[in-house]
């Protein structure tokens, strides 16, 4: 530019600011802020006027004819030209076929609206006049929005139409300089703008996005807009509520959308952007200043579950009455100030113009405007445009890399059934607002159901002992040179049991169990349930302290040890040598029948108490039972049968011992007991060829530490199984690769649902992503969705896991408030008095 055609400098808006960053942070991308406007005039149509209408008004308004340049300092200004002309297109359709015009038209629309203006040259817009047919034109005037919002929009073309029909001769009023507006922004107090600012987003834990991680959009690609309608009579009902609460609608729509938005994110802090006038009261003639005021600000609501929806507004409103005075302040500022550079991912806009529309489309008497559209657009993955009317319109403008077309219409559906919500009934407390309809609803229950299947009413040493006699010659253990038919692993646990039962073992009793894996750990526990009682495992790796608060904490009187001599430390306690009393009382004649309490046992009797820490760090005793047990055993998932050989890997603490000893062993199939010593990956290779391991579970880290050194040792062997934590999407697949036999299944569950509520088959070929999905619900296990309301959320939406099902723990052990805390009443079941488990994980 040369310096003799500069007419004046001036600073930026913030917005502006704002702008300037966003067209410069890619300029081979798409320029999002890009406004075009669409007119079209029916009549004929003086395109010289026209034109000279145009460039009349860029004299009027100094600030539409700059060009951004910086200083030496970094710091933008605008630099105001003179005799600066908008340049001009005339484009004439009439030559090509009547069906074919429509389609060029679009073409070039299209081709306008993705031509990035150079900020530095002014002026940033162009016009183009299109003929379409002799009395049918379309006027397309584009401009960057660094230049103009809205409402200057409207008051520019009252003056454009003015000047065009009176072919320059109109009289308008005298021009109030934009310049003024920018001088009052400089007199603002900024430090007690920032105070307040500060103030009102005090105590906010997070942003709020509605888009964890968006994706980066094509750079050749524009937000897609969806249109919806609001029918005339909930539009009404809208203002009527507004007018009788004292509460403005933009008021009502803002509170709207941050209900909606905290249902989604799962948040009862709430924030998002909106797009405020920014014209200062006070500034006079600011209602027909032209240029850019509107300014990006932050909105929060806080939806405190309690309170009424009218209370939540009221609050609302009253917080953003207190910032009106601030509303100057740029986003960047109100951004540092809170600490953070995100705050929000969506954007309301609520246009409300106190412009003269007729006026703004008066043309004569041989030139009407027909229609008029537009296209604007924000960097924001999601923005919401209301348009107040006798029917409300809802624009929603979205970035196809984080929304696709029937998600969004999902969205709006569900903002049109709040605001209906909203208007039958004001005063319903936040948490009692139902976003979903009855068929979406019926939806979400019923994918978190598994198959239902009627499980035998019996327990597992009933179980065990028909197994027995339908295969009694059948290996059914092996380990550490030791070989166990069923009939041989029957009659030994059977021995021990009757030693238990006479030294006061029974229904309801605990037994502690304190060894390490081998074949006589597995006849114990099967010795434990065959006399009616419930054994209590104790992990090696316990302090001593936390084995006596545990068998004190279930009553625990009597002891199963391989280490006698090391028992002394449990005082009260009778002690077994599980070992011993097991080989002696084998031979005895009375080794072949049942216990004097097996029969009493009941389905619903316990099987064992399992202790967790979990996220408290205090030992809490799961009480689960035969019926558990047994419908875990029974689901339809597992493929064990007689020519299995499950390898028994895990503590007898952990309750993944549930499926590698109660799977086979009720299924005929064999368990094989893995060594005491820590395993590597070549000693895993080693033992699951030489056992010939049909099924192995390892944790997630252990999986994960295989997958890396050794995927395919897994290639003879039927299944995989890993879970107990995150899983390692890059594991699975290395493993999935590497042994394209090998099925790979991943669990899910607390200790509190029996192993597992859900689990995942890896598809044969699938390509595992960024993360592992915990997979399909268990039979006869329901899990559930739910938001602090114990509502179901929507599809996508991350809410609290909770699980009911037969597989659900009777709760904790001597702590009722803890079990009461976490057992809750299940809303959705068909049979009184069923629980569900609240797990506190959080999915979608």
Same mark, same amino acid.
């Given at each position: 530019?040369?310096?003799?055609?500069?007419?004046?400098?001036?600073?930026?808006?913030?917005?502006?600011?704002?702008?300037?960053?966003?067209?410069?942070?890619?300029?081979?991308?798409?320029?999002?802020?890009?406004?075009?406007?669409?007119?079209?005039?029916?009549?004929?149509?003086?395109?010289?006027?026209?034109?000279?209408?145009?460039?009349?008004?860029?004299?009027?308004?100094?600030?539409?004819?700059?060009?951004?340049?910086?200083?030496?300092?970094?710091?933008?200004?605008?630099?105001?030209?003179?005799?600066?002309?908008?340049?001009?297109?005339?484009?004439?359709?009439?030559?090509?076929?009547?069906?074919?015009?429509?389609?060029?038209?679009?073409?070039?629309?299209?081709?306008?609206?993705?031509?990035?203006?150079?900020?530095?040259?002014?002026?940033?817009?162009?016009?183009?006049?299109?003929?379409?047919?002799?009395?049918?034109?379309?006027?397309?005037?584009?401009?960057?929005?660094?230049?103009?919002?809205?409402?200057?929009?409207?008051?520019?073309?009252?003056?454009?139409?003015?000047?065009?029909?009176?072919?320059?001769?109109?009289?308008?009023?005298?021009?109030?300089?934009?310049?003024?507006?920018?001088?009052?922004?400089?007199?603002?107090?900024?430090?007690?703008?920032?105070?307040?600012?500060?103030?009102?987003?005090?105590?906010?834990?997070?942003?709020?996005?509605?888009?964890?991680?968006?994706?980066?959009?094509?750079?050749?690609?524009?937000?897609?807009?969806?249109?919806?309608?609001?029918?005339?009579?909930?539009?009404?009902?809208?203002?009527?509520?507004?007018?009788?609460?004292?509460?403005?609608?933009?008021?009502?729509?803002?509170?709207?959308?941050?209900?909606?938005?905290?249902?989604?994110?799962?948040?009862?802090?709430?924030?998002?952007?909106?797009?405020?006038?920014?014209?200062?009261?006070?500034?006079?003639?600011?209602?027909?200043?032209?240029?850019?005021?509107?300014?990006?600000?932050?909105?929060?609501?806080?939806?405190?579950?309690?309170?009424?929806?009218?209370?939540?507004?009221?609050?609302?409103?009253?917080?953003?009455?207190?910032?009106?005075?601030?509303?100057?302040?740029?986003?960047?500022?109100?951004?540092?100030?809170?600490?953070?550079?995100?705050?929000?991912?969506?954007?309301?806009?609520?246009?409300?113009?106190?412009?003269?529309?007729?006026?703004?489309?008066?043309?004569?008497?041989?030139?009407?405007?027909?229609?008029?559209?537009?296209?604007?657009?924000?960097?924001?993955?999601?923005?919401?445009?209301?348009?107040?009317?006798?029917?409300?319109?809802?624009?929603?403008?979205?970035?196809?890399?984080?929304?696709?077309?029937?998600?969004?219409?999902?969205?709006?559906?569900?903002?049109?059934?709040?605001?209906?919500?909203?208007?039958?009934?004001?005063?319903?407390?936040?948490?009692?607002?139902?976003?979903?309809?009855?068929?979406?609803?019926?939806?979400?229950?019923?994918?978190?159901?598994?198959?239902?299947?009627?499980?035998?009413?019996?327990?597992?040493?009933?179980?065990?002992?028909?197994?027995?006699?339908?295969?009694?010659?059948?290996?059914?253990?092996?380990?550490?040179?030791?070989?166990?038919?069923?009939?041989?692993?029957?009659?030994?646990?059977?021995?021990?049991?009757?030693?238990?039962?006479?030294?006061?073992?029974?229904?309801?009793?605990?037994?502690?169990?304190?060894?390490?894996?081998?074949?006589?750990?597995?006849?114990?526990?099967?010795?434990?349930?065959?006399?009616?009682?419930?054994?209590?495992?104790?992990?090696?790796?316990?302090?001593?302290?936390?084995?006596?608060?545990?068998?004190?904490?279930?009553?625990?009187?009597?002891?199963?040890?391989?280490?006698?001599?090391?028992?002394?430390?449990?005082?009260?306690?009778?002690?077994?040598?599980?070992?011993?009393?097991?080989?002696?009382?084998?031979?005895?004649?009375?080794?072949?029948?049942?216990?004097?309490?097996?029969?009493?046992?009941?389905?619903?009797?316990?099987?064992?108490?399992?202790?967790?820490?979990?996220?408290?760090?205090?030992?809490?005793?799961?009480?689960?039972?035969?019926?558990?047990?047994?419908?875990?055993?029974?689901?339809?998932?597992?493929?064990?049968?007689?020519?299995?050989?499950?390898?028994?890997?895990?503590?007898?603490?952990?309750?993944?011992?549930?499926?590698?000893?109660?799977?086979?062993?009720?299924?005929?199939?064999?368990?094989?007991? &893995?060594? /005491?010593?820590?395993?590597?990956?070549?000693?895993? %290779? =080693?033992? #699951? $060829?030489? @056992? +010939?391991?049909?099924?192995?579970?390892?944790?997630?880290?252990?999986?994960?530490?295989?997958?890396?050194?050794?995927?395919?040792?897994?290639?003879?062997?039927?299944?995989?199984?890993?879970?107990?934590?995150?899983?390692?999407?890059?594991?699975?697949?290395?493993?999935?690769?590497?042994?394209?036999?090998?099925?790979?299944?991943?669990?899910?569950?607390?200790?509190?649902?029996?192993?597992?509520?859900?689990?995942?088959?890896?598809?044969?070929?699938?390509?595992?992503?960024?993360?592992?999905?915990?997979?399909?619900?268990?039979?006869?296990?329901?899990?559930?969705?739910?938001?602090?309301?114990?509502?179901?959320?929507?599809?996508?939406?991350?809410?609290?896991?909770?699980? &009911?099902? /037969?597989?659900?723990?009777?709760?904790?052990?001597? %702590? =009722?408030? #803890? $079990?009461? @805390? +976490?057992?809750?009443?299940?809303?959705?079941?068909?049979?009184?008095?069923?629980?569900?488990?609240?797990?506190?994980?959080?999915?979608?």
């Amino acid at each position: 530019m040369k310096r003799s055609r500069i007419e004046d400098v001036l600073p930026l808006s913030p917005l502006q600011e704002g702008l300037l960053f966003h067209a410069q942070f890619d300029d081979e991308a798409a320029d999002t802020y890009v406004v075009q406007l669409v007119i079209s005039l029916r009549g004929t149509v003086d395109g010289p006027a026209l034109r000279t209408a145009v460039n009349e008004v860029l004299t009027r308004h100094a600030n539409l004819r700059v060009g951004i340049q910086h200083r030496k300092t970094g710091q933008p200004v605008q630099l105001v030209m003179r005799d600066v002309e908008v340049p001009w297109q005339d484009i004439d359709l009439t030559h090509l076929p009547h069906e074919q015009r429509a389609a060029e038209l679009e073409r070039l629309l299209a081709e306008d609206r993705g031509r990035r203006f150079d900020l530095r040259q002014a002026p940033l817009i162009r016009c183009t006049l299109v003929r379409m047919a002799e009395d049918d034109y379309r006027f397309v005037w584009a401009n960057h929005h660094i230049l103009l919002d809205g409402w200057s929009n409207a008051v520019l073309f009252q003056e454009l139409f003015r000047l065009y029909r009176s072919r320059g001769e109109a009289r308008l009023a005298p021009v109030t300089p934009y310049r003024d507006y920018l001088a009052w922004t400089a007199r603002q107090n900024g430090e007690s703008a920032r105070e307040e600012w500060a103030a009102a987003l005090d105590g906010l834990q997070d942003s709020t996005r509605l888009v964890p991680h968006p994706g980066t959009s094509p750079a050749e690609s524009f937000p897609r807009r969806a249109t919806f309608t609001v029918d005339e009579s909930l539009t009404g009902a809208l203002a009527e509520l507004a007018r009788t609460r004292n509460l403005t609608f933009n008021t009502l729509m803002q509170g709207a959308w941050g209900i909606l938005l905290g249902r989604l994110t799962g948040s009862e802090d709430v924030l998002f952007g909106i797009t405020v006038s920014g014209r200062p009261p006070e500034l006079p003639g600011i209602e027909t200043m032209v240029g850019l005021f509107i300014n990006t600000l932050p909105v929060r609501v806080r939806l405190d579950p309690a309170r009424s929806v009218v209370e939540v507004l009221a609050r609302l409103q009253d917080d953003q009455a207190r910032l009106m005075p601030h509303q100057h302040l740029g986003l960047a500022d109100i951004q540092k100030t809170a600490g953070r550079t995100d705050l929000f991912d969506t954007v309301v806009v609520f246009e409300n113009y106190p412009v003269d529309e007729a006026a703004s489309t008066e043309l004569g008497a041989d030139l009407q405007v027909a229609d008029v559209t537009g296209h604007d657009a924000t960097h924001y993955p999601l923005s919401l445009m209301v348009l107040p009317g006798r029917e409300l319109i809802l624009n929603l403008d979205y970035r196809e890399d984080a929304f696709d077309r029937a998600a969004v219409e999902q969205l709006a559906a569900r903002l049109v059934r709040l605001l209906e919500a909203i208007v039958t009934a004001p005063d319903t407390a936040i948490r009692d607002l139902d976003l979903l309809g009855p068929a979406e609803r019926e939806q979400l229950l019923t994918l978190g159901h598994g198959a239902t299947v009627r499980p035998p009413h019996t327990t597992v040493p009933d179980l065990f002992r028909a197994q027995a006699h339908a295969t009694p010659d059948a290996v059914a253990l092996t380990g550490g040179g030791t070989e166990l038919t069923y009939a041989e692993l029957d009659a030994r646990a059977s021995a021990l049991a009757h030693e238990l039962v006479a030294m006061g073992a029974g229904p309801e009793q605990a037994v502690a169990v304190w060894m390490e894996r081998s074949a006589d750990l597995v006849v114990a526990l099967l010795a434990v349930l065959k006399s009616g009682a419930f054994y209590v495992p104790l992990h090696d790796g316990y302090p001593a302290e936390r084995r006596r608060t545990v068998m004190e904490d279930c009553h625990a009187r009597l002891l199963l040890t391989d280490r006698p001599g090391d028992a002394a430390t449990f005082a009260g306690a009778a002690v077994v040598h599980a070992v011993d009393g097991a080989a002696a009382a084998a031979g005895e004649a009375r080794s072949g029948s049942e216990p004097l309490f097996s029969g009493a046992v009941q389905a619903d009797g316990l099987a064992y108490v399992m202790y967790t820490s979990g996220s408290t760090g205090e030992p809490k005793g799961v009480a689960v039972t035969h019926r558990a047990i047994v419908d875990l055993t029974r689901d339809s998932s597992w493929k064990s049968g007689p020519e299995d050989r499950v390898l028994f890997h895990a503590p007898h603490a952990f309750d993944i011992s549930d499926y590698e000893l109660w799977v086979p062993l009720l299924s005929g199939a064999r368990v094989v007991v &893995a060594p /005491t010593e820590p395993i590597d990956s070549a000693a895993l %290779r =080693a033992l #699951l $060829t030489r @056992e +010939r391991i049909t099924s192995v579970h390892l944790t997630a880290g252990l999986f994960r530490v295989i997958a890396e050194q050794d995927a395919d040792c897994f290639s003879g062997v039927r299944e995989v199984l890993t879970g107990g934590d995150v899983v390692s999407p890059v594991a699975v697949r290395r493993v999935v690769e590497a042994c394209p036999g090998t099925v790979v299944r991943v669990l899910y569950g607390p200790t509190e649902i029996t192993l597992c509520a859900t689990q995942y088959e890896v598809p044969v070929g699938a390509v595992v992503g960024g993360s592992v999905p915990i997979g399909r619900p268990m039979d006869n296990t329901w899990v559930y969705v739910l938001d602090a309301a114990l509502s179901p959320v929507p599809v996508g939406v991350a809410g609290e896991l909770y699980i &009911a099902g /037969t597989g659900v723990a009777r709760g904790y052990v001597g %702590r =009722a408030g #803890l $079990t009461a @805390e +976490r057992f809750v009443a299940d809303p959705f079941a068909t049979v009184a008095g069923s629980r569900m488990y609240r797990t506190g994980d959080v999915v979608r």
